[in-house]
């Protein structure tokens, strides 16, 4: 059962599910995501206890992301980071259950002459800068962002600096 | 208001759109301090990027350059020595009382408690000596290894640091009087800033705005990294969701960090306190989360079988953090920019990279 946490605050306002991992496990959430999803997600793993990583279809990771959010409760997308390998961009978010505390590594993969994906940011509100900085410093186009613009690099910067091509 | 205002405490600028006083719209903008880390991290060594991590927060740089070694240990697949992970946790959590302390000075100085200031500051070095005692510098440590720790403690470390807890308990009563006795510091805080809880789940704020908000998560107790299982602490965290929550929030953190920094010290086992990390990195990637003071703070790491990254991602707390400040700050007055956003404990090195 929740024990009683933190002070000075009345029993039973802040409610919380459990946070055992056994309410919904690894196993359960890499089985649901398969049986929504036959085809598009792949290379599930057990990375460990508490962690797991997913591929998904480009096509599909908008649709698994408001299932990920509105069925399995993982609410909070900790980390979107952009990564660039010799023949692709790899698209990695971190996304956390608060719930059971787990964390889902859900990698998706774009060719590098169309580097875009849809945009997760109505589904999850703390993805919109997120995957403003992706496009600014990795040159991510996300499809249906409320506000594709650089954010921490000056609006008439021309270059994308953390691509391997970039000479500073 | 910024870059140059004084609430903004770092270089950054926030918009707001007022009809007559009240807010209806507001957009933080940042930049101001990028420096292009990642980038930087690319063409170091796994070894050089530890005193690079440091500097991405002036206020708890201990708890990045950790994070880092956390996050390469996991890549690696290294197995820390315990002795080390004991040490490792009384100092950030040291850490953790400097950096609110910092935060508490800053923010009794906006809100017109400027004793608040000098008393903080004040005690905030008895936490910066004891991690002087400890790395050898005051703010940017470089003290964390890839496989441990830099060097054993000083003598009397432990005497020392149970000291420095008895003593920071009293003081933290006596703020308790000092703020909440202030009239002012309470009319400015309470009431103010509401973030409800779903909007602050979803907007990804996390760290003490987050348990403010009635959401008791904490990385060290919900997933607990190094070795903070077996301690005994409690997560804070308060069903308000306003300013004066945060405030409790950090209050109440500092208190369940002195207790961590007791258990830490007297049950440090004998033992080694460094392993030799190898210096290529494997094919593969490694992630670390740890509970920052400001939020969760997270790396992610690709290895590529060279002794450099290919590439690390920095997930920056406050980055997002600030990124729901327009759901804070709307339908307030432009009087209480300070306190809401004085609440969130900027700290740009980070948000900015």
């Not at chain 2, 240990?73 to 950030?92: H, K, Q, S």
Request: hydrophobic share 40%; proline share 5%; aromatic share 8%.
């Amino acid at each position: 059962m929740m024990e009683q946490r933190g002070s000075g605050t009345p029993a039973g306002a802040i409610e919380k599910a459990p946070s055992k991992v056994g309410e919904m496990s690894e196993e359960r959430v890499i089985r649901a995501l398969l049986d929504a999803f036959p085809t598009a997600v792949t290379d599930y793993k057990k990375l460990k206890a508490g962690v797991l990583r997913a591929r998904i279809e480009r096509r599909e990771l908008y649709r698994c992301c408001q299932f990920l959010r509105e069925r399995l409760g993982f609410e909070h997308v900790s980390m979107i980071s952009a990564v660039e390998y010799d023949d692709r961009f790899e698209i990695v978010y971190h996304i956390t259950c608060y719930g059971s505390c787990l964390l889902l590594e859900l990698i998706t993969q774009t060719p590098k002459d169309d580097p875009s994906v849809d945009s997760v940011s109505s589904v999850w509100g703390g993805a919109n800068w997120q995957e403003r900085e992706s496009f600014d410093l990795m040159g991510i186009k996300f499809n249906n962002h409320p506000k594709l613009e650089r954010i921490l690099l000056p609006s008439d910067y021309l270059y994308h600096p953390l691509r391997k091509d970039f000479k500073g | 208001m910024g870059p140059q205002h004084p609430m903004t405490h770092g270089l950054w600028n926030l918009r707001i759109k007022v009809d007559g006083e009240t807010i209806v719209d507001a957009e933080p903008e940042m930049g101001y301090l990028h420096r292009g880390i990642e980038k930087l991290c690319e063409n170091r060594t796994y070894t050089q990027i530890i005193p690079l991590a440091d500097r991405l927060c002036y206020g708890s740089s201990l708890t990045w350059s950790h994070l880092y070694c956390l996050t390469v240990e996991d890549l690696m697949g290294l197995e820390v020595p315990e002795r080390a992970e004991y040490i490792r946790v009384a100092a950030i959590e040291m850490q953790r009382i400097a950096s609110h302390l910092m935060w508490l000075a800053a923010y009794a100085a906006d809100l017109g408690t400027l004793a608040g200031f000098i008393y903080t500051m004040r005690d905030r070095e008895v936490f910066i000596d004891l991690l002087q005692a400890l790395s050898g510098s005051r703010l940017t440590y470089n003290f964390p290894r890839i496989g441990g720790v830099a060097h054993d403690v000083p003598p009397n470390f432990e005497r020392d640091s149970l000291r420095a807890c008895t003593y920071m308990e009293k003081k933290l009563d006596e703020y308790d009087q000092l703020f909440e006795g202030s009239k002012v510091f309470m009319m400015r805080n309470e009431g103010v800033g509401i973030l409800k809880k779903e909007l602050a789940m979803n907007l990804g704020v996390t760290g003490p705005p987050l348990r403010a908000s009635g959401v008791n998560y904490d990385l060290r107790k919900d997933q607990p990294y190094s070795v903070y299982p077996e301690l005994d602490f409690q997560a804070i965290s308060m069903p308000d969701a306003d300013c004066y929550a945060r405030y409790k929030v950090r209050m109440d953190e500092m208190r369940e960090s002195c207790k961590i920094i007791r258990q830490a010290v007297q049950k440090m086992p004998k033992g080694k306190w460094r392993i030799v990390a190898p210096r290529n990195g494997p094919v593969g990637t490694g992630i670390g989360r740890v509970e920052d003071p400001r939020g969760e703070g997270m790396m992610y790491v690709v290895g590529n079988g060279t002794p450099k990254p290919y590439r690390l991602k920095i997930r920056s707390p406050i980055f997002v953090t600030v990124s729901a400040a327009k759901q804070m700050l709307v339908g307030y007055k432009v009087a209480d920019v300070v306190a809401i956003m004085g609440g969130l404990d900027m700290c740009i090195g980070e948000a900015d990279r």
